[in-house]
C-alpha cells in the first residue's frame, strides 16, 4: 500500500509560482509512474501533467505545457509540480496519483492541496 500526502498548495496572485509536493509512504515509489491532475469547482477532475518511474518520459496538458514541471526526488520518495507562470484558471485542487508498475490505472490517489490564484 502506498499513502500519497499533497503539500505546498496556497494563495497566489496571477502570474505568480508555487511549488507543490507529494510526499509517499509505506513503500517506495521508484518503479510507479506518477502524475498530477487537477479539479477545479464545478468541473470534473483533469490530467496535468506525467512522468514515467525512470523519469524518461514525462507529458503535459495543453493548458499547463511550458508553465508547469514535474519532477520526483528518489531518494526523498516525493514528486514534485513546479508551477510558474500562475493564471486564475489554474485555481484547483491538485492531487497526486501512482500507478504501479504492470498496472493499467492510478491505483493510488493522494487527498489533495488546494491552488488558488487570483487576478
Known amino acids: 500500500q502506498v499513502q500519497l500526502v499533497e503539500s505546498g498548495g496556497g494563495s497566489v496572485q496571477a502570474g505568480g509560482s508555487l511549488r507543490v509536493a507529494c510526499v509517499a509512504s509505506?513503500?517506495?515509489?521508484?518503479?510507479?509512474?506518477m502524475a498530477w491532475f487537477r479539479q477545479a469547482p464545478g468541473k470534473g477532475r483533469e490530467f496535468v501533467a506525467f512522468?514515467?518511474?525512470?523519469?524518461?518520459?514525462?507529458n503535459y496538458a495543453g493548458a499547463v505545457k511550458g508553465r508547469f514541471t514535474i519532477s520526483r526526488d528518489a531518494a526523498k520518495n516525493t514528486v514534485y509540480l513546479q508551477m510558474n507562470s500562475l493564471k486564475p484558471e489554474d485555481t484547483a485542487v491538485y492531487y497526486c496519483?501512482?500507478?504501479?508498475?504492470?498496472?493499467?490505472?492510478?491505483?493510488?490517489w493522494g487527498q489533495g492541496t488546494q491552488v488558488t490564484v487570483s487576478s
Open positions: 496519483a501512482a500507478r504501479p508498475y504492470g498496472s493499467g490505472q492510478y491505483d493510488y
Open positions: 509505506g513503500r517506495t515509489i521508484s518503479r510507479d509512474d
Open positions: 512522468l514515467t518511474w525512470n523519469g524518461g518520459k514525462t
